[in-house]
């Protein structure tokens, strides 16, 4: 086991910790957890010549938290929509593109808005 330090947004920490509560286990295996699946997700975007084709979702409150994000990958963005669900705004992406940029794309867009997910389709 490796011990190490780790900072987060407050509101994350408040969440880990009320979930951690919930499932009765503490927040390391709960952080360990999500992380271990976080790089299942992407094994294969490490891979040299990766191509990823599939969806990024993005949840945030204003199209202006992701048009600037999209604009800078547009080399990797071949659509978007956006639209409204219960007072957010939704934005899907259609991306392709090598793994390492499709996922530059997702993490940036998850520092900006509350839901950030790719899902691959092929």
């Given at each position: 086991m490796k011990r190490f330090g780790i900072a987060i947004p407050k509101e994350v920490a408040s969440e880990v910790e009320k979930l951690s509560q919930e499932l009765g286990v503490t927040r390391s295996d709960l952080i360990a957890v999500a992380v271990q699946e976080y790089l299942e997700s992407r094994k294969n975007h490490?891979?040299?010549?990766?191509?990823?084709?599939?969806?990024?979702?993005?949840?945030?409150?204003?199209?202006?938290?992701?048009?600037?994000?999209i604009e800078e990958h547009k080399t990797s963005v071949l659509a978007y929509t956006h639209l409204h669900v219960e007072g957010k705004c939704l934005t899907i992406l259609v991306v392709k593109g090598s793994g390492d940029a499709v996922e530059r794309l997702t993490l940036e867009l998850s520092k900006k808005v509350h839901v950030a997910r790719y899902v691959p389709l092929m």
């Open positions: 490490a891979d040299p010549g990766h191509q990823c084709v599939g969806a990024v979702l993005a949840l945030s409150d204003s199209f202006s938290d992701v048009g600037e994000i």
